[in-house]
């Protein structure tokens, strides 16, 4: 069975900082990545994937997450964390083994960017 | 493009009472899903459909919960008899096709059984 742990339930961080939010998988063969975020009372947006390739994946507003085979991991980063970064982050993994397109999510790691 | 529907955004019902929920996927979308997210939870999936045949509802507690995509279009979740551990946003999704690596999220409807 696949599962993804997100070990923080919050971090919190200054605005200007980096930003990192972690995460860890376990999957049969080779994982399919995701990072979502999810703002109140508004449905889960993509950020990123990793699906093959290069290890540091560039995704949207400035996020980047890096694919670490080896440690079972797949951290977000923001280089210099905005207030209006602050929400719920999901990290997800799907197997290819898994049937149809099945996502598993972790369990959220809730981030407050302070001013 | 027009994202995902759901309706109603927000429900407050009693338990043993039933409920259903709306989802209309992005415009040519084959497959959905729906999910469940308690709170402090990352969502699980329930169902997932491709056009109207059924993927994967393993997880789908099939003595009191139900679902369809009768037109492969959009699709309806019920609840029937609602519980009170049912209190959750129920979140829908939908993908260009079953190995589309991006699926794409509705609103919700967060629903409170009292």
């Known amino acids: 069975a696949q599962s993804v742990a997100q070990p923080e339930d919050q971090v919190n961080v200054a605005e200007g900082n980096p930003l990192t939010v972690k995460c860890t998988y376990s999957?049969?063969?080779?994982?399919?990545l995701f990072w979502y975020v999810q703002y109140p009372n508004r449905g889960l947006q993509f950020l990123l994937k990793?699906?093959?390739?290069?290890?540091l994946v560039k995704g949207s507003y400035g996020f980047e997450a890096e694919f670490n085979k080896s440690q079972t991991s797949f951290h977000l980063k923001k280089p210099s964390a905005l207030v209006s970064d602050s929400a719920l982050y999901f990290c997800?993994?799907?197997?290819?083994?898994?049937?149809?397109?099945?996502?598993?999510f972790g369990g959220g790691t809730r981030v407050l960017v302070k001013p | 493009e027009a994202g995902v529907a759901q309706s109603p955004r927000y429900k407050i019902i009693e338990k043993r009472q039933s409920v259903a929920f709306w989802c209309n996927p992005i415009?040519?979308?084959?497959?959905l899903y729906w999910y469940q997210q308690i709170l402090g939870q990352g969502p699980k999936l329930l169902i997932q459909?491709?056009?109207?045949?059924?993927?994967?509802d393993s997880q789908l507690p099939k003595d009191r919960f139900s679902a369809e995509r009768l037109k492969g279009v959009d699709s309806t979740l019920k609840i029937q008899p609602a519980k009170l551990e049912d209190s959750a946003v129920y979140l829908c999704?939908?993908?260009?096709?079953?190995?589309?690596?991006?699926?794409?999220f509705g609103p919700g409807t967060r629903l409170t059984v009292t």
């Open positions: 999957v049969s063969g080779n994982p399919y």
């Open positions: 997800a993994v799907r197997g290819l083994k898994a049937a149809g397109n099945k996502l598993t």
């Open positions: 999704a939908s993908s260009s096709d079953r190995l589309s690596y991006e699926q794409y």
């Open positions: 990793y699906i093959t390739g290069d290890n």
């Open positions: 415009s040519g979308h084959a497959t």
């Open positions: 459909f491709q056009n109207n045949g059924v993927v994967d």
